[in-house]
């Protein structure tokens, strides 16, 4: 990875929020720059503030918040990023990426992004919906694109308490695939 990367994540509403934290320090540590931008729902269980603190920039939550030094935003954001990085992915935004529909910041910058941009998709979500087969037809149309690396979600204790493969890659294991991509 180049000293001074642009990595763009993006943080979808999942528990599996918190760690995308420590994925930010690691970028930091390493010296790249970070912007997050959060979906509404990931804004439920990691404050903005906390990406902000961490990053050093500000955190992009509304396409529509008009701020004077920006013009169009998805696509200074798009322009920016050397690489993206969504991390936890939930299944709803794995399958707006999958079909194009582009109805919020996130999915607006990911389908904005120059061909040559790589997005590393970190899944996280209950076992059933992983194997859900709409969610696997998804994962599948994803992987036919070079532009799109998918890690598996890991197996082990789920948040809703049972066990099984849909626990976010760790932060580490995010990272250096990420550091691959670049």
Known sequence: MKKKAN?????CGGIAAYKTCELVRLFIKSGSAVKVIMSDAA??????LTFQSLSGNMVY???FTVLE????RHINLS???DICVVAPLSANT???VANGICDNLLTTVICALDKKTKVLLAPAMNENMWN???ISENVKKLKKFKKYILLDPAKGALACGS?????MPQPKDIFTAAKKNI
Request: with cysteine; charged share 20%; glycine share 10%.
């Open 132 to 134: 859900n087969p709409i």
């Open 69 to 72: 030094e920006e013009s169009i």
């Open 7 to 11: 990595i763009l994540i993006g943080v």
């Open 61 to 63: 939550c509304d396409m």
């Open 79 to 81: 322009d920016w990023a």
């Open 163 to 167: 066990y099984g493969q849909g626990r």
């Open 43 to 48: 804004t439920k269980f990691v404050t903005p």
């Open 94 to 96: 794995l399958s707006k």
